[in-house]
């Protein structure tokens, strides 16, 4: 059975693999800064360490600030460089295969135009900064290492099989619509016309999965999507999944929309799920579920 690291190991994206379904495949262990978890890593003594690691076959690196944590202070891209550079000479010390999950938000005309992974990268952005220097670390690091890593770009991931902690759920986009259409029984949008992609969580740990079972590791960037929508469409999709879900009527407010195509985004063909929207609209469900019972038990 595989042995993976995680490094982020308490963070949002770390608990959808946590509780995954089908958790036989694989043999996760979870790293985490946090001095609560269960296995703390202090990163500045990773490399007086690095034997300890000496049997794991994969690492998954999650470890890094979100952009509310990076507006507030954006030395930590340089924290986080480091990070990635000391897991970058750890996979290398003994051969472990790195997966990174950058970020769409890389890209300087996300959920503007059509995108490939040639396109303009946004700089200014201190998220989207962080996520390309973790990158140009990972390709520096490995550019005498075959068959070594692989970087995915992903998009807005969304929905937990397990309600943990509303702080750890909070900062996405279909999470903070679901709350607000729970606590205010009204969704006001400003921008209707905004295009983001989005992913389900079940869909995020399959692909993670099946990277690892492919063993596809090309030394490459993959854009992974699944469904492109604006936020008006979105936003309806919510309210109509209130009334059918928790029998909840909500309004819609929308602002401002206007009508265009929406964007495509050019992936690799060996990692392209086909999209189910039965799939999509039952992780938005169990959103709408789990957040209903907490917040009637609250």
């Not at 985490?32 to 296995?39: A, I, L, P, V």
């Not at 030395?75 to 986080?80: A, D, G, T, V, W």
């Not at 005309?109 to 220097?133: D, P, Q, W």
């Not at 807005?156 to 607000?180: C, M, P, R, V, Y």
């Amino acid at each position: 059975m595989p042995r993976i690291a995680v490094f982020g190991g308490t963070g949002y994206l770390a608990s959808l693999i946590k509780n995954q379904n089908n958790v036989k495949k694989n043999k996760y262990i979870f790293f985490s800064r946090k001095k609560s978890s269960s296995n703390y890593i202090n990163y500045s003594l990773l490399k007086k360490n690095f034997d300890d690691f000496r049997n794991f076959d994969f690492a998954l690196h999650l470890a890094g600030p979100n952009y509310d944590q990076l507006k507030k202070n954006k030395n930590l891209i340089e924290k986080k460089n480091q990070i990635t550079s000391m897991i970058c000479d750890l996979c290398i010390s003994h051969n472990i295969k790195l997966i990174y999950v950058s970020s769409m938000q890389i890209y300087k005309n996300y959920g503007k135009i059509n995108l490939s992974i040639n396109s303009k990268i946004n700089l200014k952005n201190f998220y989207s900064k962080s996520h390309f220097e973790s990158e140009k670390i990972i390709k520096s690091k490995f550019s005498n290492y075959k068959s070594m890593f692989t970087i995915i770009r992903i998009g807005n991931i969304f929905g937990f099989k397990k309600f943990e902690k509303l702080s750890k759920i909070k900062n996405n986009l279909i999470h903070d619509l679901s709350i607000l259409a729970l606590k205010k029984k009204k969704i006001v949008v400003k921008n209707g016309s905004i295009q983001r992609t989005f992913i389900p969580s079940q869909i995020f740990v399959d692909m993670i999965n099946l990277i690892i079972k492919k063993k596809f590791f090309k030394n490459s960037i993959l854009n992974f999507i699944y469904k492109n929508l604006n936020l008006k469409s979105i936003t309806q999709i919510i309210q109509k999944r209130c009334k059918l879900a928790i029998n909840l009527k909500v309004d819609v407010s929308i602002k401002k929309f206007y009508k265009k195509n929406i964007f495509k985004i050019y992936s690799n063909k060996n990692f392209k799920f086909v999209c189910i929207d039965k799939i999509f609209l039952i992780e938005i469900d169990q959103i709408l579920k789990n957040l209903n019972k907490y917040f009637n038990n609250k």
